[in-house]
């Protein structure tokens, strides 16, 4: 009997046009809200050092629930902060999960396993200085008498150009009572939201939402609306709601074949898709043209450099990689999902001095992660990735990549001559079936690899 699981989907709309008064209230709530923040960070400044010390005592760190408990009575009234009990909850919530993560990265640091990799000690959470009128100048004025050190001015830089694209802090509606989405008349579809408390008028405030024909299909009529974010980028509003799904899920041994998949340079993900007993059903590649992309920026890039001019990197080049990624992605699921199969990836140490080695691989592995959720399939498989890309598929001896573009695989035992990204894939698929147990002592998995040379 199919197991039924409730995924998530987060959809954004943009506010439709608001009026000039409707954008007044927008930026007065934003700045009472970044108010807030601040006031409450700094309220909570020893409660972190508290949480810290009973942690490095033995107790386990607060979960984000009991974490929002202990702050709730540091936190000021709704109406000393003029902000609604909506938002005064959201706002309680966002700065646990911040001061949760500070103390995460604090514990990290102090482990010898990380000591060496961690750049720097992790800083208390910052304050908001984007809900001020003249705060983009004020941080131009700061820059002129800095005294901080190199790191602290990297900070000092993201925060100045958060500032000049006018980013500030979202606000969080917790509850479905503190928004409504509804169809109005014109046949168009709205979010009444309560943006002020009672007292203040007007407490709650109706706007049209801009969106596809896509997003009333798949998630305005089909999903349950649970929580939402009302963010401010560059003068424009756009509402963040997250959506519950009902779907059928496969439960652990109900797959019946595994896709392996191995992340590579040249190209960002070659997949092989074998049986429940090893053998091969289909091998091919994806993601050519992200690193094309990668090679195209690169050498843009060095000109401008070579030519002596400042060279920044762009959001649309970020959001173009990003959205290469998802694609390769959708590809992955939905061959897994039309055989059924376990994705296997291979257990990759992605850190080194605190930062992702190759930050596309984690990126794409977290992608797959919610997806084949969403599609009702297993989460990825980790296995073992010593010299999968060395032994040949075919016969399990050990091989050669060619130079110089190391795309092509040759095998001086069987002559197999091989893609190398599809032959690494076909081994990571297989290593779902490896079991130490049973192959400790007929020679360990080298042995495992060689007893598919057998297999049609």
């Not at 640091?109 to 809900?131: D, F, H, I």
């Not at 983009?136 to 150009?161: C, I, N, P």
């Not at 089909?222 to 939402?228: D, F, Q, S, V, Y």
């Amino acid at each position: 009997m199919p197991r039924t699981a409730i995924v998530q989907k987060t959809a954004v709309f943009k506010l439709h046009n608001p009026s000039a008064t409707k954008r007044g209230i927008l930026d007065a709530v934003f700045a009472r809200y970044g108010e807030a923040y601040n006031r409450l960070l700094e309220c909570c400044r020893k409660v972190a050092e508290e949480w810290l010390e009973a942690t490095r005592a033995g107790e386990r760190l607060l979960s984000l629930h009991r974490a929002e408990q202990r702050i709730r009575p540091l936190c000021p009234s709704a109406a000393d902060l003029a902000l609604p009990g909506s938002l005064r909850d959201g706002l309680i919530q966002d700065a646990a999960g911040n001061l949760l993560s500070y103390c995460r990265l604090a514990l990290d640091l102090q482990s010898e396993k990380r000591r060496q990799t961690v750049a720097r000690p992790p800083g208390y959470p910052a304050p908001l200085y984007g809900y001020r009128p003249d705060a983009y100048y004020a941080t131009l004025a700061e820059a002129v008498s800095w005294t901080g050190d190199a790191l602290e001015f990297t900070d000092f830089q993201s925060r100045l150009s958060r500032e000049a694209r006018d980013v500030v802090r979202p606000l969080s509606f917790r509850r479905t009572r503190d928004f409504a989405l509804e169809r109005l008349e014109n046949g168009r579809w709205g979010v009444t939201v309560h943006l002020q408390p009672r007292g203040m008028t007007p407490t709650a405030v109706r706007f049209p939402l801009a969106f596809g024909e896509w997003h009333e299909a798949e998630y305005l009529t089909k999903g349950i609306p649970r929580c939402a974010r009302l963010c401010r980028r560059e003068r424009e509003y756009f509402l963040h709601v997250s959506f519950e799904f009902p779907v059928e899920v496969m439960a652990r041994g109900e797959e019946q074949a595994y896709l392996g998949l191995d992340r590579g340079i040249t190209k960002q993900a070659a997949y092989a898709l074998v049986d429940l007993k090893g053998r091969v059903r289909h091998v091919g590649h994806l993601g050519r043209e992200l690193r094309n992309l990668q090679v195209g920026l690169g050498r843009y890039r060095q000109a401008e450099q070579k030519a002596g001019r400042r060279v920044r990197s762009l959001d649309w080049q970020r959001r173009h990689q990003e959205e290469l990624l998802h694609q390769v992605a959708n590809a992955l699921v939905q061959v897994a999902a039309e055989s059924r199969a376990l994705l296997v990836i291979e257990d990759l140490s992605l850190h080194t001095a605190g930062r992702y080695v190759r930050s596309q691989y984690a990126k794409l592995e977290k992608i797959l992660g919610y997806k084949l959720t969403q599609a009702g399939l297993l989460p990825p498989k980790k296995v073992f990735a010593a010299l999968s890309s060395k032994l040949c598929s075919r016969c399990g001896q050990e091989g050669l990549r060619g130079d110089p573009d190391r795309e092509h695989f040759q095998c001086p035992s069987c002559g197999a001559a091989l893609d190398a990204d599809e032959n690494a894939a076909v081994n990571i698929a297989r290593r779902a079936l490896y079991r130490r147990a049973d192959w400790e002592r007929q020679g360990g998995y080298r042995a495992f690899h060689r007893s598919f040379g057998s297999v049609e």
